[in-house]
């Protein structure tokens, strides 16, 4: 299987290009190719060209053919790069479109001249109408699910079709935001990092909403002091670990769902790498080094992570204020570094060994843990749940970035502004770099 994906805002430009005016169009988009554990190529797309009146040898109402020689110098700057190249082009018409018998045979003399040049890429070609767009493997019969992401994730086409969600189970879900929107949650594969008190209560919500394919990642075990906060958690339970107690609730839910459970850090580079057989991405964790790999998997990879975190802060004299947040990291939305919400001193100390640390002068003594009550959590996690069903089901919910001041009793929508030269989420940075960039992980 194949899957194309796009930010939305160069889907979006694309679409309006190329159905724009009276004659067929075309662009080629530069892209990196990734393969998932289960054998799923992905593509993700990197940076579109777009041709000039000249680089055409036909164009009309129904016809667009590129130059050879514009063919021969976007070849040879895909293979100096190291990218897949999807070649675009329009079809007339409101209907959703279909490749015709002449894309076909142009497709096939193309492959042909790819193969020799990029023998190890999945090249891909895409047709795009007002009604829709297809994609499939460049010279193939294979089609190519097409994923838009952005403000919302979303399946522009997919090939394998859909199937009705378990009966009556979610018919009040499906009152809500419709049958479409249950069946792209149950579609997802979606992986939490950390199962302590926000990600345990995520993951509880997950099973019920329909969510059947899980990656669970922790390297701890609960203990005592985790009782009061860890959703589904008992006496019993303590020396478990604590994906172990999230994996025994799902199956309790959902008896066929599919976990895989992970006692392990991610900042460890070969658990990161489990996340790139996600869809979406709960960030869960109070480490500002897990965050630093998670938000580049995000942006990198093109999977969209939902990051969250509660603080309470308490003073000699009480509580002096308790604050939540929910931000969505996905392509044109602002990082966690553009947000000011990274500390890289921290970030350094989180990547150390356990060794390094006890060698560095600047690190002194152990962090003291931060309080956690199981109310709060639970409105950071069900705020992060609804802005899931925003991204991926539709609701009608604009903010991907959420303040909640609990003493204040108020929730306010925030954007922070992505940095043109940011190292993670600008297209000069990690965006869409798949496997050409390195994880900013500890070394397994």
Known sequence: MME?????????AIKAELTSGDTEKCAVLYASQTTRSDGTVRLLVREIEWPLNGDYTKQGVVEAELRPDFVARVTKRAKRE????????????????????????????????????????????????????????????????????????KIVFDPSGTEDSAGKQFDRQIRAFGLAGQRALERLRIGIIGLGGTGSLVAQQLAHLGIRDFILIDPDVVELTNLNRIANANPDDIGRTKVEVAERYIHAVAKRAIVRDIKGDVIQGNVARELLNADLIFGCT?????????????????????????????????????????????????????????????????????????????????????????????????????????????IPVAARHVLYNAMASTLRAVRAHPKADCYICSRVGSWARGDSWPLFARAN
């Open 4 to 12: 194309l994906l796009l930010a939305a805002e160069d889907f979006a």
């Open 82 to 153: 190291g990218s897949v190249l999807v070649f675009v082009h329009s079809h007339p018409g409101e209907e959703a479109p279909h490749f015709s018998k002449i894309d076909s045979s142009g497709e096939r003399q193309l492959q042909g001249f790819l193969a020799h040049r990029h023998p190890s890429l999945a090249h891909a070609a895409v047709v795009v109408s007002v009604g829709g767009a297809r994609a499939r493997h460049l010279g193939t019969n294979e089609e190519v699910r097409i994923v838009s992401v952005g403000n919302e994730r």
């Open 286 to 394: 109070d480490s500002h080094g897990s965050r630093a790999v998670i938000q580049q998997v995000s942006y990198q990879y093109f999977i969209p992570c939902i990051d969250m975190g509660v603080t309470i802060a308490v003073k000699d004299d009480g509580i002096s204020h308790i604050y939540g947040r929910v931000q969505l990291l996905a392509p044109g939305l602002a990082c966690l570094t553009c947000s000011n919400l990274l500390d890289a001193n921290e970030v350094r100390q989180d990547m150390m060994t356990a060794f390094e640390r006890r060698a560095d002068p600047y690190i002194q003594g152990a962090h003291e843990p931060a309080p956690a009550v199981m109310s709060l959590n639970g409105t950071v996690a069900s705020l992060a749940i609804t802005m899931l069903l925003a991204t991926v089901a539709g």
